[in-house]
């Protein structure tokens, strides 16, 4: 695998994080009706800087993704994790992952994910295991929540 370098997003990385997202969600072929509802919760904002741990990983062309962790009293959350799609299945999500976790999860403390449900099986490949799952657009449809055990 080629040298993949990581560092803490800025205000200024937000709309390439913000396309990284959406293509990455639009790659697994969901219905337009669907991006456009699930948009919102794609897109970062500049409160996220803050409320949130937020790495990228560049590559030679430049930024390939991100993750991004949230912390609260009782466990971490991760809330974003994208990669370019010419990039999805090449070992460098899990690089970023353990990276972000590495650097960002220092208390003992529970890190969950609401996954896609493309990516379980991923997160399952991490470590992570599956115990519960929310509700999510359409009608019917269902994120598994995962914890990393």
């Known amino acids: 695998m080629s040298m993949i370098s990581f560092r803490r997003a800025s205000t200024s990385d937000l709309p390439t994080l913000n396309h990284i997202s959406v293509t990455s969600k639009a790659h697994w ?3 337009a009706e669907w991006m456009e509802r699930w948009k919102d919760g794609l897109l970062l904002k500049e409160r996220h800087l803050t409320e949130y741990q937020i790495l990228l990983a560049e590559f030679k062309e ?3 993704g991100f993750c991004a962790i949230s912390e609260n009293t009782t466990q971490y959350q991760v809330e974003h994790l994208w990669l370019l799609p010419q990039h999805i299945g ?3 999500g899990k690089r970023l992952l353990e990276q972000a976790l590495a650097s960002f999860t220092t208390a003992d ?3 969950l994910v609401e996954a896609d449900p493309h990516a379980e099986a991923f997160y399952e490949r ?3 295991v599956t115990f519960s799952q929310v ?4 009608p019917g449809r269902y994120l598994p929540v995962m914890r990393k055990v």
């Open 109 to 111: 403390k529970p890190i």
């Open 62 to 64: 430049g930024t390939i």
């Open 29 to 31: 072929g969901y219905p």
């Open 135 to 138: 509700a999510s657009y359409p």
């Open 126 to 128: 991490q470590g992570f």
């Open 90 to 92: 090449q070992g460098y």
